[in-house]
Nanobody, 121 residues
Framework: QVQLVESGGGLVQAGGSLRLSCAAS????????MGWYRQAAEYQRELVAA???????NVADSVKGRFTISRDDAKNTVYLQMNMLKPEDTRVYYC???????????????WGQGTQVTVSS
């Protein structure tokens, strides 16, 4: 099994910054893409940003220029630096990792438990 543990959420004023971290552990052979998603109640989960093993990133237009995704493969950790936060960024943020648990190459999606980010106006 693979576990993803997120940290770094909280309450911040508009214009402020937060840094989310997500560490993967368990039966990991290799990690493919890692990413961050967010969800508000009664809405679909949406992609915020994703990063491949090669470092290529895909960032949602709504956060482009404000959020930066990065990863540390030695620590099996993905980060989301969030700057210039807005009240509309208030969501639960989830990390996702696409993981190979063995040498067969089969990939599985794993999700973190979610961390609340609240931006006050």
């Amino acid at each position: 099994q693979v576990q993803l543990v997120e940290s770094g959420g909280g309450l911040v004023q508009a214009g402020g910054s937060l840094r989310l971290s997500c560490a993967a552990s368990g039966s990991i052979f290799s990690i493919n893409t890692m990413g961050w998603y967010r969800q508000a109640a009664e809405y679909q989960r949406e992609l915020v940003a994703a990063i491949t093993t090669g470092g290529s990133t895909n960032v949602a237009d709504s956060v482009k220029g404000r959020f930066t995704i990065s990863r540390d493969d030695a620590k099996n950790t993905v980060y989301l630096q969030m700057n210039m936060l807005k009240p509309e960024d208030t969501r639960v943020y989830y990390c996702k990792a696409v993981v190979a648990t063995g040498p067969t190459g089969h990939l599985y999606n794993y999700w973190g438990q979610g961390t609340q980010v609240t931006v006050s106006s």
